[in-house]
């Protein structure tokens, strides 16, 4: 559905026309999305540095072999490089594969549904209407 920004103060709002509580919720839940995917990527950061981490791990274990430090290699082999992050079986990609399958798909489906149910599944409807409003407050709406 294509948008006309060309409206004036004698046309009505930007999308299909809802309640303002149903508008605010709307915005509500597109925030709630926005700030779970902000921590998708937040967990896809500590996926990426847990995997640094322990590669250096690894390298160290090779010097500390290198240089017959063989009790302390023996322990970051045996006790850090097979952990978990969570616990001793949990690998942050666990975590982050978990995160996308549960909250994120369930936060993404019920975004879509609110969207779909409240707004003929426009997106951003609130901020499209405060741009009209600044657009006109400018003399350029």
Known sequence: MAIDNSSTESEAEPGPAI???ELEALHEVELALEWVQRAQGSLIEFHHATGHGMDHLAEAEDLLRE???????????????????VDEDRWSYDVLENFQETLLAETTRLERRVRRDLADGERHLRERRQERDWKERAGRG
Request: hydrophobic share 35%; net charge negative; no cysteine.
């Open 19 to 21: 309640a303002e509580t």
């Open 67 to 85: 240089s017959d430090h063989d009790e302390l290699a023996d322990a970051i082999r045996t006790d850090l490089l097979p952990h978990g992050v």
